[in-house]
């Protein structure tokens, strides 16, 4: 693995950093390997041992430093004694990327309270969770970045019903810019990814039914025709964008939104194509 230097020395941590061998990359596992590419010694945090060992062993084979680490986000004792143990293997975070999430088709009518209350735990309660956890590390160093995957569908309408995940994806922007600004004066930035849409496993299986289609090809299809540039956005597109929002090259870069879409937040939503 030829490392970049730009994260040498620092430490990242990255939610949702999971894999499993053989599927398309995700967003998290892409981003935990970028910012090992990039000199980082990662830790891979994921709720499935088996995924984030899979991540780490990846970015070991690749000659990079990954420790595995399972925790639920939602979570608050799992959580704090992740950072414990990420604290106490290599002494700092220098980067937090909050990526965990989950969507769940439905409207206020359509969803119930149990799904928009596991929504709002998992894609926001979380990243208040590792936050509270990562920011007195944070504040010792004298510095630190955070940087929180939302969605353009938590600043618009995208064409598909999920109120509690555009909800929470809104939420998300909000916690950011608060965070960013309340730490600013103590080396700590903090901004938001907001991808568009992207072929990454996550969306393989619950928008199927809102596609209309029970094949995954159908279903990217109607999702690439939707986007201007004629494709989705894939993972590393996301995972390159988290890297620069982390790196120093970004130092005058807090409390703001980066969208990740190809233009689509800049188009009125189509419906899919029959």
């Known amino acids: 693995m030829s490392v970049s230097p730009r994260f040498q020395g620092r430490v990242a941590l990255v939610t949702g950093a999971g894999s499993v061998r053989g599927e398309d990359w995700g967003v998290g596992e892409a981003t935990a390997v970028q910012f090992a ?59 937090l990327v909050n990526n965990v999430g989950v969507l769940a088709l439905g409207g206020p009518v359509e969803t ?94 619950p928008l199927r039914a809102h596609y209309g289609t029970a094949g995954a090809a159908g279903m990217i299809a109607k999702r690439d025709a939707q986007c201007p540039t004629g494709r989705m956005g894939d993972a590393w597109d996301v995972a390159h964008a988290c890297a620069f929002l982390a790196a120093d090259e970004a130092k005058y870069v807090n409390a703001t939104e980066l969208v990740v879409d190809g233009g689509l937040s800049a188009t009125i939503p189509q419906p899919p194509a029959d």
Request: glycine content about 10%.
């Open 112 to 205: 119930d309270e149990d799904s928009w209350d596991r929504v709002m735990a998992v894609n926001l309660k979380s990243m208040f969770l590792t936050c509270k956890n990562a920011i007195p590390a944070m504040q010792r160093q004298g510095r630190g970045a955070i940087v929180n995957i939302s969605s353009v569908g938590g600043i618009r309408w995208t064409g598909i019903p999920y109120a509690a995940y555009a909800s929470s994806k809104a939420g998300v922007v909000q916690f950011t810019r608060s965070v960013a600004i309340q730490h600013a004066r103590e080396g700590i930035r903090a901004n938001t990814v907001l991808p568009g849409l992207l072929d990454t496993p996550m969306v393989r299986g």
């Open 37 to 95: 590419r990039e000199g980082a010694a990662v830790a891979c945090l994921d709720r499935d041992a088996g995924a984030a060992e899979s991540t780490a062993a990846f970015i070991g084979a690749e000659g990079g430093a990954a420790m595995p680490v399972t925790a639920d986000v939602t979570d608050a004792a799992a959580v704090r004694a992740a950072l414990d143990r990420i604290l106490a293997a290599w002494g700092r975070i220098d980067v």
